[in-house]
């Protein structure tokens, strides 16, 4: 990439600077390369001279001058070099780098932009791990699409990757769901029935009870309650869970790992989760309740890991479960939460520290609100979900891509406003049918193209000088550096933006420049950059798990 080539180029010349006596040996300022926003002062800006003049005796326009007559620059790559302002150094980008860019494109197709693979790191991305109670909702679909986006990139970014769900399947709820079905159950039979405080109120508790009375009759009324809560609560379970992978796969979503909580309980894994935790000195009684010592980690108190009943709490399951996480092999950890769970980080944290690894192994993504927006007021849609909106009501309106691009369209640390009516829009306005439409409208050129017998594999790229193609075709040479760099920032967001702005430079470029005319060389060169551009929009799609269409 040009930015990691001009880094090593500007350290070489700060090098041999210090060995000639003009910079002092401990001068060594970073080195920043940036984009500037005016196309005046080059493709790449650097203002080291401004940085190191501070160390030196020379003032920084001079030190600058100095750093560029020793930077060597390939001009296959460069094309020139100026000093600019106070001290800035400017680069202006040869075409012929862009041009090969462009060959490298057409020669690695889905390839192209992907990492070779990265030996000694494992990672673990764990997302929506929704308890099977209900439907999935707004927020689990947005959390879902940034999962299986992050673990899209990861892969693409040369990460050894593995996707899981961690299905909350113990506790009160799931107690709930089985006592909210028997109220339902009850009331088929004709009983007077009150629905508990807590309990489940949607539509598909009445399905599920229905199911039952239907398949089984008034056999379950004669069992004891609790026998009778405990059979409901399973067959409630093994249905809502098959219904809420059914609605990830027709997201686009699969996982690699489908983990059950009470697998935790049954295997014995709290149990020995608590043991380790003892045996390295976190752990205490008090008040006849275990304690974990998280407050040695900068928790800012300790936490119960048993209370007094001798039930063990949540903290003691999450705490064996990412234990075995790492038993697993795995050596880095992405956790996907809810915005309620932000205050749970830091004792998971320190867990994770007290079981012997770095605070730095477990890496937790919050997911902000999802509000469903329509002329601007909000929307509320399933009555048979019960207070929320289900992610299959949104699939059902808006379909899987568009409902795809605009979760992540927004920084995960953002409330998300999601517009309904655009989403379905058929314009440049859609964002997502708008970046779509470039892959489409190329792949009508290029079906074109059959009649005149060019061949863009073989062209003669050095023709393409218009302003139009240049912008085009620098945008193409940013993919590999944006992969990169999103990959290690997790700014998922910036993917579609980046779709957006390809889009863009094409529809410009195709609105600038006849494609298909009388030069032939020319046209078998523009149509060589409207197959690249074809290509990246295409992996680029798919790492947001979206499609590619031909024809719109």
């Known amino acids: 990439m040009v930015i990691d080539y001009l880094e090593s180029r500007i350290a070489h010349a700060l090098q041999l600077l210090r060995e000639e006596g003009i910079l002092s040996v401990d001068n060594r300022a970073e080195v920043i390369i940036e984009v500037p926003r005016d196309k005046a002062h080059g493709d790449y800006a650097c203002n080291i001279a401004l940085q190191a003049a501070k160390g030196s005796s020379m003032p920084p326009r001079m030190l600058a001058e100095a750093i560029k007559q020793r930077l060597d620059l390939d001009t296959d790559i460069i094309s020139s070099t100026e000093v600019a302002g106070p001290g800035f150094i400017n680069f202006f980008m ?4 862009l041009a090969d860019n462009l060959k490298r494109i057409l020669a690695e197709k889905k390839d192209y932009g992907c990492a070779e693979p990265l030996p000694g790191e494992r990672i673990l991305v764990e997302f929506v791990s929704a308890n099977p109670t209900g439907p999935l909702h707004v927020g689990h679909g947005r959390g879902a ?15 050894d990757v593995s996707k899981e769900f961690y299905i909350n399947n113990a506790g009160t709820q799931m107690e709930m769901l089985g006592r909210s079905i028997d109220v339902r159950y009850r009331e088929i039979l004709g009983e007077a029935a009150a629905m508990p405080a807590d309990g489940y109120h949607g539509e598909y508790i009445i399905d599920i009870a229905r199911d039952i009375f239907e398949r089984e009759g008034d056999v379950p009324s004669k069992m004891p309650e609790e026998e009778r809560i405990a059979h409901f609560r399973k067959i409630g379970e093994k249905r809502l869970l098959a219904e809420q992978k059914k609605t990830l796969e027709n997201f686009g979503v699969t996982f690699d790992t489908w983990f059950s909580e009470c697998d935790l309980y049954e295997s014995g894994l ?24 998280a407050t040695a980690f900068g928790d800012d108190k300790d936490r119960v890991l048993i209370r007094q009943n001798e039930v063990p709490t949540y903290l003691a399951a999450d705490i064996a479960y990412h234990k075995n996480k790492l038993d ?7 956790d996907i939460w809810g915005a309620d769970h932000h205050g749970y980080i830091p004792r998971m944290r320190a867990s994770i520290q007290a079981l012997g690894y770095s605070s730095e192994a477990l890496e937790v993504l919050i997911i902000q609100m999802v509000r469903l927006m329509r002329g601007g007021e909000q929307v509320m849609m399933s009555k048979r979900a019960g207070e929320f909106t289900s992610l299959d009501d949104i699939l059902a309106e808006v379909g899987r891509d568009a409902a795809r691009f605009f979760f992540i369209m927004r920084s995960t640390d953002s409330q998300l406003d999601f517009d309904m009516a655009l989403a379905v829009e058929q314009s440049n306005e859609n964002p997502v049918y708008y970046v779509q439409y470039a892959h489409a409208r190329i792949c009508s050129l290029l079906f074109h193209d059959e009649a005149w017998k060019l061949q863009p594999d073989e062209a003669d790229l050095s023709l393409l000088q218009e302003p139009s193609e240049i912008e085009l075709m620098k945008k193409l040479l940013d993919y590999s550096r944006e992969i990169k760099e999103v990959a290690e920032t997790f700014e998922l967001h910036r993917l579609p933006r980046f779709s957006q702005d390809l889009a863009a430079l094409f529809h410009q470029f ?20 409207c ?10 799609l798919a790492i947001m798990g979206i499609s590619a269409p031909e024809r719109m």
């Open 328 to 334: 697993r092999g795995f050596t880095r950890l992405v």
């Open 94 to 97: 040869a075409q012929k780098i």
């Open 510 to 529: 195709y609105n600038n420049c006849r494609i298909l005319g009388e030069n032939r060389g020319l046209s078998s060169s523009r149509l060589a950059l």
């Open 145 to 159: 699409a940034v999962g299986d986006t992050l673990a899209r990139l990861l892969k693409a970014a040369g990460r």
């Open 531 to 540: 197959k690249a551009t074809r290509q990246v929009l295409a992996n680029l």
């Open 270 to 293: 709290v149990e020995e989760g608590i043991e380790a935790l003892k045996e390295r000195g976190y752990v205490y009684s008090n008040a006849d309740a275990l304690w974990f010592k």
